[in-house]
Structure formats: C-alpha cells, structure tokens
C-alpha cells in the first residue's frame, strides 16, 4: 500500500469512534501491536529528543525501503508512535520525505494531544523523515 492508502484507512478507522476516549481507547491498542525495536537499540541514541516520555526509534534500509520499529515507556506514546510506522515502515525514503502529514489533523490527533505530547509528535515524525533522508543520500 501506499502511505496515502495506509493514511486514508488509518482516517477511516477513527472515523468508526464517537468521541475521543474511545479513540484513546484505539491508540493505545495499536500500541500493543507495535513492532518493538530490539533491545541493543534501546540506547540514547535512539531517543527521540522532545518526547516527554522515553521513544525509541530504529530504521533499517531494506532493499529499496525504510523499515520501523520503536518503543515508549508510555502507553499512549506507544500509541502514537505505532500509528506513524504503521504509515512509514516498508516505504522508500523519497515517499517518506515527501508524504504529506494531513491525516495527523484528519483523525484530529494533535488537537486532542497535550503541547509536550503534540512536540513530541512533530518530534517523531522529524526523526523518521530524518532516517530517510539518511538512507535516500546513501543511494
């Protein structure tokens, strides 16, 4: 699937919830389903700077795309951060780098974040667009 495809489902699941607990509710189950990073790569490095809780995040070049995997210490930001490598995970480094991030506002996410949980949003997404960079300058 495209990251415009995998957006527009992600749009149309929270569309199926009535209000924001449930969507909550939604979050943090994705975050039960969230590809771990390994635990050699839970060091500093790997920290995503900004997040008020810890965020893990590793890419890896696979061929000809980008994969994910993360962690949080908080089940919320586990949430969060499942939802965007379910968007960017498998995808080539120039898609990741010219995606466009509507969906964010679409599914009303940032809205309904506090501003250190939102910064840390803008922070995630920062880092992944960075590991593309990275692998898309390597090729």
Same mark, same amino acid.
Request: aromatic content about 8%.
């Given at each position: 699937?495209?990251?415009? $495809?995998?957006?527009? $489902?992600?749009?149309? $699941?929270? +569309?199926?919830?009535?209000?924001?607990?449930?969507?909550?509710?939604?979050?943090? $189950?994705?975050?039960?389903?969230?590809?771990?990073?390994?635990?050699?790569?839970?060091?500093?490095?790997?920290?995503?700077?900004?997040?008020?809780?810890?965020?893990?995040?590793?890419?890896?070049?696979?061929?000809?795309?980008?994969?994910?995997?993360?962690?949080?210490? +908080?089940?919320?930001?586990?949430?969060?951060? +499942?939802?965007?490598?379910?968007?960017?995970?498998?995808? @080539?480094?120039?898609?990741?780098?010219?995606?466009?991030?509507?969906?964010?506002? +679409?599914?009303?996410?940032?809205?309904?974040?506090?501003?250190?949980?939102?910064?840390?949003?803008?922070?995630?997404? @920062?880092?992944?667009?960075?590991?593309?960079?990275?692998?898309?300058?390597?090729?």
């Amino acid at each position: 699937m495209t990251i415009k $495809e995998i957006q527009d $489902e992600i749009i149309d $699941e929270f +569309a199926m919830f009535d209000d924001w607990m449930q969507r909550y509710e939604y979050i943090i $189950e994705l975050g039960k389903n969230l590809p771990l990073i390994k635990e050699e790569f839970k060091t500093e490095d790997n920290i995503i700077k900004g997040c008020q809780s810890k965020v893990w995040l590793q890419g890896e070049q696979q061929g000809d795309t980008v994969a994910f995997t993360a962690d949080s210490d +908080a089940i919320l930001t586990k949430g969060i951060i +499942a939802i965007l490598i379910r968007v960017f995970s498998n995808q @080539k480094p120039a898609d990741i780098l010219e995606a466009d991030m509507d969906f964010i506002d +679409a599914i009303g996410l940032k809205e309904h974040l506090s501003p250190t949980r939102a910064n840390g949003l803008v922070s995630m997404i @920062k880092n992944i667009k960075m590991y593309a960079l990275a692998f898309q300058s390597k090729n």
